[in-house]
């Protein structure tokens, strides 16, 4: 098992900036890709980035690529989400996940372990 905790989501306005933090425990971190998704309102779970175990491969949606960097820090068991020049529709809530293997790493049908989420509204 693997527990998966977000924090540092909030309220900002239009062109600010956000850090997410996802900390993890249970079994060995590193071992795990880790991804970021979000769910909007009436809306189905979406990609939003993935990191390998090492932390040197890094995958973006679209829609945040140029904005947000995903980055890991395996001594410290977190996974983070820097997220710059926020827009409207990036008010969500966010979820961290760990998955064991490299397949479908863009569907939520990818993971394995889920964290409740934190919610980002971006106001305009």
């Known amino acids: 098992q693997v527990q998966l905790v977000e924090s540092g989501g909030g309220l900002v306005q239009a062109g600010g900036s956000l850090r997410l933090s996802c900390a993890a425990s249970?079994?060995?971190?590193?071992?795990?890709?880790m991804g970021w998704f979000r769910q909007a309102p009436g809306k189905e779970r979406e990609f939003v980035s993935v990191?390998?175990?090492?932390?040197?491969?890094?995958y973006y949606a679209d829609s945040v690529k140029g904005r947000f960097t995903i980055s890991r820090d395996n001594a410290k068991n977190t996974v983070y989400l820097q997220m710059n020049n926020l827009k409207p529709e990036d008010t969500a809530v966010y979820y961290c996940?760990?998955?064991?293997?490299?397949?479908?790493?863009?569907?939520?049908?990818?993971?394995?372990?889920w964290g409740r989420g934190t919610q980002v509204t971006v106001s305009s």
């Open positions: 990191i390998s175990w090492s932390g040197i491969s890094t």
């Open positions: 249970g079994r060995t971190f590193s071992d795990y890709r």
């Open positions: 996940a760990a998955a064991r293997t490299t397949v479908s790493l863009r569907s939520p049908g990818g993971y394995d372990y």
